[in-house]
């Protein structure tokens, strides 16, 4: 699966096959290695052995909600580094001011996510994370 | 003390009542038995005269005053008056008033006799005498009989005349006599006229408070009615807060039997099956005089009620009390929900495809498949621009629900008004250009950094003006303005060269579901709510639309918001 194992890894949890096949495509683009998991069980087991540089994480998920897996990342100390990118479907949701200002959510994007957009935020935050400056 | 004097009044009442008892005489002519009370208060005084007469007769005995045929004379005199007194009393209580009261007047008359002295009988000094037969034939007998008495005291007086004096009789006498007598007659007639009078208006009284009582009562049956038959539950509450009435709707609405809902008070009756929050809101709505009466949603255990309220006042407009009206929308809401359920859940799965295919679209656009060529990328911008337009139409009819259901709430936050225009105006350039338009946007330097809003509303609002700009404007140019109006607002304008909108037609742009009707209408299809949604947003936000448009000229939308100060908590 790796092609470059200096690229940062970026985890995709969508349960979307085709949004989740169009933000791997943006984030492979900006050079990120990309994991998906289609579940909230299924990421929060990945989570466990990976600590991925950013998160695209859509918060309506079957069986464990993206507001759990956004608590696991916010309070596990192995994930401090890992940003995280909220995708969602629901405009009240993308405005709450809760979910905007915590620190490790960087961006909001309410679907649809257009290529063009994920890519150049992955792109900035490649950028930001080689310079060393979060 | 108290005691002692509702004792004696208690027994004053009962003698009075006794004595009344024994006076009156049951008669179905009002007349008749007016006369035979009269008659028997007459005997009854003549009765305690001559009772007096007896007890002075035993005193004077006794203290041996009296001759042995004085004695006789005074004990035969007032024992048979009395008998007489009982007789008269017994014919005029069970027989006949007439009768009785002809027979006091012959006794009368003939006790005259021997009033005085046959000689001034018959020179007229007993004159006043004779007056009393004429007055009490006139109120016991009737009016017209005091001529009878008259002509009977006449020929009394004449026969004593004649036979103790052996002259004429005393003409002028007898013709006092009859003088009298007009007098009485016209005044006993009068006297019973106005008494008949007073009678028919009594009657006439009786009759329409009869009338009434009998409205009233068919009034309340009939409120009654309605009350029982209402499918609604209404209960009215006193100004204690305590219910005094309610209908069987409301028995069953609450699970309660009537009885055991009057007395109580909400809280009572709610026990544990509505929250605090509502409860408490009732309350104040059942103490405040003074506010609106809306109507309040609320769930009463497993049902879902409306509660409207209003005050009851009496008479005079003093509040007595509020009357509640609970209708069950158990069922209403239960659609209610499941319409904008299935509303969500259906725009949930329109979308999706939309989405995937819009990010595809994109996709092979930006060459992440492989190079495009010119034609290609057109094909795909087309179907990009047309697929991000049903995505508006789906957008569209999922807030429409929200507006219609309620549901949909503005988030107040500060948020970059710069960056808002920057934001729609990339977003929509591509359409614009796609019609060889112009898209350009300003913000005046006075508008701050920082406004309150909701952004994503706002955002919206801005877009449906623009999309609807672009879409009637054939040449030209689009411009998005925001400036401050006055102190106290803030405006965005969106302002097209299009061929803007007839004077009739801009009053229902407004409505959803409705564009102006033209040929040219057809090929700008769209959900037809745009603009609908663009007011009611407006007016959520407590802000208003101004439409500007003359045909030829062009359009300008202006969106006029309040600018109140950014909240301390959401800084």
Known sequence: ?134 | MLTSKTKRTKRMTRMTSVVSHWLDVPSTDPDDARRRKLLNILLAGIAALVLLALAATVIGNAAGLLTASERFLLYQTTILTLIGIAVIFAINRYWSGQIAGALFLLLLLAALAFSDEPKQVADGRALFLFSIPILTASVILRPWASFIAAGLSGLEISVIALRALQGIPPVPTILGLFAVALVSWISARTLERALADLRAINRELDHRVEERTRDLAEALSRNQAILEAIADGVIVFDTAGKATLANPAMAQLVDHPPEEIIGHDIKALANTKVNQEDLQVIGELLRDTHRDYPTLKLEWGRKTLSASFAPVRDDSGRRTGTVVVFRDFTREAEVERMKSAFVSSISHELRTPLNAILGYADMLKEGVYGPVVEKQAMALERIIVNGQRQLNIVNDLLDQAQIEAGTLKIKVAPFSPRDLVEDVTSLMEVLARSKGLTLTGHVANDVPDKLPGDRQRLRQILINLVDNAIKFTAEGSVQIQVYLPDARHWAMEVTDTGRGIPLEAQPYIFEPFRQVDDPTTREHAGSGLGLAIVKQLTNLMGGEVVLKSQVGHGSTFTIILPLVPIQEDLR
């Open chain 1, 1 to 134: 699966m790796t092609q470059n194992s200096e690229n940062p890894l970026a985890l995709i949890i969508e349960d979307d096959p085709d949004a989740a096949t169009i933000f791997s495509q943006a984030l492979q683009a900006a050079e990120f290695e990309v994991e998906t998991a289609t579940t909230g069980t299924q990421a929060l087991e990945r989570l466990k052995y990976t600590a991925p540089a950013v998160v695209i994480l859509d918060m309506h998920l079957p069986y464990v909600a993206g507001a759990d897996i956004l608590d696991y990342i916010n309070t596990e100390p192995r994930l401090m580094k890992t940003q995280v990118i909220i995708i969602t479907g629901d405009h009240e949701l993308a405005n709450d001011p809760a979910l905007q200002q915590q620190g490790r959510v960087i961006q909001i994007l309410v679907k649809p996510v257009i290529y063009s957009r994920l890519h150049d935020l992955a792109q900035l935050l490649k950028l930001s994370i080689k310079g060393g400056t979060p």
